[in-house]
């Protein structure tokens, strides 16, 4: 199906900014191929203001092996494509390529479509392991933003590669992802080989990955000082960060996940290190896993304006972070125990100058989540937790929580907001209805 035909009777040619190519099933890729630039030929033999091309191949996973097997009969067939398409798309700046698994053929393919259009391209996402044998050392000079998702069926050995050192000079905006529960990568010896990265000017990283090493990091050269870096990895990945050359980053978002092979006091001196109030100029998400314990007092000095813990703990130690963590503006608890021994605070008389006695929280925390971890029911009333905070945050706009009674919440509100009028600010998030503000007495 295509819509050639109508910008041929329309003579709009000039228009198409975009072109999308979407192949359902691999065997038929090369019949697909000549189709398509067929109908692309007749209609214009050249189309000049196309700038970025959506390559896209379907699969049938019910038919992998032989989708494997007749793909492989038509490698030498498919290669003058390249060719083709290059000559009727010959101005693309932006090209994607999207796959729903991995194909040996298709990756040196795409590989050779992305070295074709290298002198020019400032735009390249791809959803294959895009293989380009000894690339030429002057390619993709022209290239701003790069993703590259790597999937899971992919062969990850590493040939020899002969440049010693490749240089992105303009590269600004990186993402590799990698397949979340795999092991590739776990033998450093076998990437031994790749050259270094340069990265002079790149602004923005982005590793998504769930694993203890990545070789890309590992040879990356990058700037001292950079905008965005946002990593999710093992101690072995967060460790390759610590030492890569940065040492100004606006903002640094961190997922940490800690290994039981490392060392729980090792991670904990890499999160100071990277979250340095003199490293980290503006922005720090931390979100740290169950199975490491923390301290406030090991978080206390660094630049965490956005915090997710998931260790068990209980309300005491809940404001015991909020209380030390004078930067936080957003704050996640994922499981917090019914151990209440916020009843041992102090807490505020009902009668009485309330406004006056009860002293607000330094952080100025906008959001605020509890998850709490056991069986308890929202029948129950509010725990004490939710309302001895909620009197404390006076930036407070939004709250998360689950086992939590939406009757008693508004109960709540409408008992206080006289005192503390921003409560009737805060969107309340629970587990029994759309979110909600309640309006007190003062927002009648």
Known sequence: MTNAHLLKSTKMFDKVKTVHITIQANYYSVKSLHLICSEMEKCLKQWP???????????????????????????????????????LLPRVSKLVLQGATQCEVLDEWFGDLALHYSNQLRYLDCDYCVVIDTPPLQTFNMLTNLNVTFGEFANYSTASVKPTTIVFPELRYLLLEYPRASNVFANRK???????????????????????????????????????????????????????????????????????????????????????????????????????????????????????????????????????????????????????????????AINGDIGKTVVPFAAPINSLSVNYNNNRDSTQPVPELITYLLLRLPMLRYLTANKVSAKDITKHVEQFEPHFPHLSHISFDLEECPPFIVKGRKGV
Do not use: W
């Open 190 to 348: 076998a990437h031994a080989s790749l050259p270094k990265l340069k990265l002079p000017c790149l602004e923005t990283l982005h590793i998504l990955f769930g694993g203890n090493y990545c070789p890309v990091l590992a040879c990356a050269v990058l700037p001292t000082s950079m905008k965005s870096i946002n990593i999710i990895g093992q101690y072995g990945i967060l460790s390759v960060l610590d030492k890569c050359g940065v040492q100004r980053v606006e903002n640094l978002m961190m997922t940490a996940l800690l290994n039981p092979t490392n060392n729980a006091s090792d991670t904990k001196n890499l999160i100071k290190s990277l979250y340095d109030c003199n490293r980290v100029t503006r922005y720090g998400c931390l979100r740290l896993d169950k199975t490491l314990t923390l301290k406030p007092e090991d978080l206390e000095t660094l630049t965490i304006t956005h915090l997710q813990i998931g260790m068990v703990m209980d309300s005491a130690m809940v404001i015991a972070f909020i209380t030390k963590l004078s930067r936080l503006v957003d704050i996640k608890f994922t499981n917090v125990s019914m151990e209440d021994s916020v009843l041992n605070l102090a807490g505020p």
């Open 49 to 87: 203001n196309v700038i970025e091309l959506n390559l896209c191949f379907g699969f049938n996973y019910f038919s992998r092996l032989r989708a494997d097997r007749n793909i492989n009969r038509y490698q030498a067939s498919m290669q003058p494509y390249v060719k083709t398409i290059g000559e």
